[in-house]
């Protein structure tokens, strides 16, 4: 497993950017992605140490990440990791007492590669991303 990001909950990819920006100096971004199949918009940011941050905002008032911040929890919402192998990763994850909390889906801000989220009992959550090389492109010239 190799990090990738953390994921930040935020009603708006604008005022996430802005507080990253101001508390732990972010000031690479990617573009922003627009997911239906999550029901996310998402972009990532890097800061000066070089760690990754994955904004995740909601795309309709019904999703999962409607609910989390309405109920004002999971702001910082998961820690993630590039896997070359989702399923075996998986199963490690299960047999240490992780829950899978959805079917495994495609992500548009990982070409389309598969991804997963897994729970602990303590609500400590894992994505897994089955996109061992991927990179995220920074600054992109759009």
Same mark, same amino acid.
């Given at each position: 497993m190799k990090f990738d990001h953390i994921g930040i !909950?935020?009603?708006? +990819? %604008?005022?996430? $950017? %802005? +507080?990253l920006e101001r508390s732990v100096m972010v000031r690479e971004w990617t573009s922003a992605f627009e997911d239906p199949v999550n029901d996310v918009r998402v972009q990532f940011g890097r800061c000066p140490s070089s760690i990754c941050y994955e904004l995740v905002a909601p795309l309709s008032g019904t999703g999962p990440? !409607? $609910?989390?911040l309405s109920k004002k929890i999971n702001i910082i919402n998961h820690i993630a990791y590039l896997v070359n192998d989702l399923a075996a990763h998986g199963a490690r994850l299960e047999a240490e007492g992780f829950v899978p909390v959805a079917p495994a889906r495609p992500a548009l801000a990982y070409g389309g590669?598969?991804? $997963? *989220? *897994?729970?602990?009992?303590? $609500?400590?959550?894992?994505?897994l991303i089955e996109a061992p090389d991927h990179q995220h492109d920074y600054n992109p010239t759009v």
């Open positions: !909950t935020t009603w708006d +990819l %604008a005022s996430g $950017r %802005a +507080l990440i !409607t $609910r989390a590669r598969p991804i $997963r *989220f *897994f729970i602990s009992k303590s $609500r400590m959550m894992v994505e």
